[in-house]
């Protein structure tokens, strides 16, 4: 598996991967990462030239911030995350970056693929640092998580 900075075609690739994950990604998701695409970085894990995920991140006031990311239906749990989030944790230590964080939806909701989800982040060493509350009616409440890089 191949991890490298997106393409413009790549990026497309990628956004198909997140519509297929409506679970994930409802419209207004897809439209917020289509202007994240444009404004941040994108790696995309691929092999044989078929994408098989992506993650979109930032930096701010001295911390990584992991945007977004996805593996594709049918791969997942196959460490392709787990390979997305170790190229994020190197290039953040190249930037002497010691923390990376990331919003999800708050674990007051239920909902079984965001339990996956932090599931996944709280065993790759993501911890709790606090609450967000929604800030635009039909919003949801987030949990914010961070990872302490050494």
């Given amino acids: ?7 413009g075609q790549e990026k497309k690739g990628a956004i198909d991967i997140a519509k297929d994950l409506k ?3 409802n419209y207004e998701g897809i439209k917020n990462l289509k202007t994240d695409f444009k404004l941040n970085n994108v790696v995309i894990a691929k092999e044989k030239g078929k994408i098989f995920g992506f993650i979109c991140y930032s930096s701010n006031s ?3 911030q992991l945007l977004w990311m996805a593996v594709r239906r049918g791969s997942q749990n ?7 989030l170790k190229w994020l944790e190197e290039e953040a230590k190249k930037f002497k970056l010691h923390l990376i964080e990331v919003e999800t939806l708050s674990d007051k909701y239920k909902y079984f693929p965001y339990n996956k989800t932090r599931d996944f982040y709280y065993k790759s060493g993501f911890k709790k640092a606090f609450y967000k509350k929604a ?3 039909g919003w949801d409440d987030q949990v914010v998580l961070e990872k302490t890089l050494n």
């Fill in 1 to 7: 598996m191949q991890l490298a900075m997106a393409t």
């Fill in 62 to 64: 001295g911390k990584m």
């Fill in 78 to 84: 196959r460490g392709i995350g787990q390979k997305l």
């Fill in 23 to 25: 679970e994930w990604f």
């Fill in 135 to 137: 800030r635009f009616e």
